[in-house]
């Protein structure tokens, strides 16, 4: 199994949500975060101008069985890129075990 | 009795109109500062508007219309203490005079009294501390305010001038008493931690933009009354035209305004389109009732420009103004005034004359007064938080209380 963490534009998270569908991939976690990263973001107040490097962006946590690992990260690269700095990263990494709590399985079909 | 019926009533909407502007400052001021201290502001514009209306009946009223003249019993000569009417062979005097009821007098002039502490608070939002503010609003609205208003409003000596000094409804009386006393305050105070950061001038962007928009929008409203109200009666011509001027103005201000900071920063900047159409309506206020429509859109649109220059001079000069009441209210309070001199029915030199001589009466008095006071307050008890309270927020330490509990997105 393994866990595909991506940080995306939100203006992209329902072309990944949409894309990520139609590969079969239903089921992922997402919030909203706040990073640092090399884009600036230019405002004006009052007429003085200021530039904040806080981004912000939509992040979602997958976790795959190893089969899925490569249509999933697939997926995101082409659904979620504009080809402009500031589109994001994916991380990949392993899982050890998954439970289903209701019924307390384990193993990969608890994914489903 | 009719017609005292017919003035009065509309008397009685303008000082509800007046009354609503309230509302008006609290939105801007909130709108325009951080969430962390929207409790301390709400508080100190509803402390104003009670305790200046209550400190209006006990001495404003009689202090700021002493009946100079004739017979004049001077300041506090008929009454020490609180209102009561005056009786005409032992009943009620309900031709008080033309206009109004002698009640409706003392509610329409109360409402505007406080305002002049609202401009202030305004200012100084985000770093003073409460109770040195609440001694300093007792003392400028309860003393200040009314002593100077009497000088013209009262018939005292600006009155009296040869060419009488003219403010019809108080770009100077109303607006620049508060300008001064900001300017003051503010030097006295010193900037918000961060205002001022390596040698640079940083923005410190408000919260709510649409609570500043709609608190501009009410107090355009507001003006309605203040500047209607001020005809003093329900005359068809003089309040008509009078409500022309009024929102030519103060269209002409925020569209000049917002034109000038577009040119000169490269954004249309809203919060400068809000600033320009107050900046219009302090402007056309001393002399609404003796402009042409023509003459009301000029003075709207230097009061646009004046705005501009006058919120990026004072931050050059270190001065922090959170909701730019130094550049409305005492810029533009003074253009107003002045404008008086060059447009409209009075123009005149000697008329200019006699505004130069009010304005710089009203600077001295003003600025001696609040320095005496804002100083002393300084040395005493002390006029700002300190500095965790200030980086915190004034809500969470003056009040232990939260604007938005369920709504917290910024640390600072």
Not at chain 2, 99 to 127: C, H, K, N, P
Not at chain 2, 145 to 153: D, L, Q, V
Not at chain 2, 307 to 324: E, Q, T, W, Y
Request: glycine share 12%; aromatic share 12%.
């Amino acid at each position: 199994m393994k866990k595909i963490e991506a940080v995306i534009r939100k203006s992209k998270y329902r072309a990944v949500k949409e894309a990520l569908h139609d590969v079969g991939v239903n089921f992922f976690s997402y919030w909203d975060v706040t990073g640092l990263g090399n884009e600036k973001e230019g405002h004006v107040y009052r007429g003085i101008s200021y530039s904040t490097s806080d981004i912000q962006r939509r992040y979602i946590s997958i976790v795959v069985n190893d089969d899925f690992e490569e249509i999933t990260i697939k997926t995101i690269l082409k659904s979620s890129s504009t080809g402009e700095v500031g589109d994001g990263k994916i991380f990949v990494s392993d899982i050890k075990e998954a439970y289903r709590i209701r019924t307390g399985e384990k193993g990969g079909k608890t994914l489903n | 009795m009719e017609l005292l019926t017919i003035n009065n009533v509309w008397m009685m909407i303008c000082t509800a109109l007046v009354f609503f502007m309230h509302l008006g400052f609290a939105f801007l001021e909130i709108g325009l500062t951080r969430q962390k201290n929207t409790i301390n502001i709400l508080f100190k514009n509803i402390f104003i508007i009670t305790v200046g209306l209550l400190l209006y009946a006990l001495v404003g009223f009689n202090l700021m219309y002493p009946n100079w003249g004739a017979n004049s019993a001077g300041y506090l000569g008929d009454f020490i203490f609180g209102i009561s009417e005056p009786l005409k062979n032992g009943t009620l005097d309900l031709a008080y005079n033309q206009g109004y009821t002698y009640w409706t007098d003392f509610l329409f002039q109360g409402m505007f009294a406080a305002t002049a502490a609202t401009i202030v608070s305004g200012a100084v939002a985000e770093r003073m501390k409460i109770l040195p503010f609440m001694i300093f609003t007792v003392l400028y609205v309860g003393f200040v305010y009314p002593i100077a208003g009497s000088w013209k409003w009262g018939g005292g000596f600006l009155d009296q001038l040869a060419t009488p000094f003219y403010d019809f409804a108080g770009s100077t009386l109303v607006h620049s008493v508060g300008g001064w006393a900001a300017l003051v305050a503010v030097s006295l105070l010193g900037a918000r931690i961060g205002k001022f950061e390596n040698g640079k001038t940083q923005a410190i962007p408000g919260h709510n933009i649409p609570i500043a928009t709609a608190g501009v929008l009410i107090l355009w409203l507001g003006w309605f009354g203040f500047n209607g109200g001020s005809v003093l009666s329900a005359d068809p011509e003089l309040t008509s035209i009078t409500l022309v001027t009024t929102c030519l103005a103060a269209a002409a201000g925020g569209v000049v305004a917002v034109l000038a900071s577009t040119i000169m920063y490269k954004n249309l900047d809203l919060t400068m389109f809000l600033n320009g159409i107050l900046g219009g309506l302090v402007g056309i206020t001393a002399g609404a009732d003796q402009m042409s429509p023509m003459d009301a859109i000029l003075i709207g649109a230097v009061a646009g420009v004046l705005i501009v220059f006058a919120v990026s001079l004072i931050d050059k000069l270190k001065l922090d103004d959170p909701v730019g009441a130094i550049a409305v209210h005492l810029v533009c309070g003074i253009w107003g005034t002045l404008a008086v001199g060059l447009f409209g029915n009075l123009a005149s030199g000697a008329q200019f004359l006699s505004q130069l001589i009010g304005v710089a009466c009203y600077a001295v008095f003003c600025i001696a007064t609040s320095f005496i006071i804002i100083f002393t307050l300084k040395k005493t008890i002390g006029i700002r938080v300190s500095e965790k309270e200030e980086v915190e927020g004034l809500d969470a330490h003056e009040h232990g209380m939260d604007a938005y509990p369920d709504f917290r997105l910024n640390e600072y």
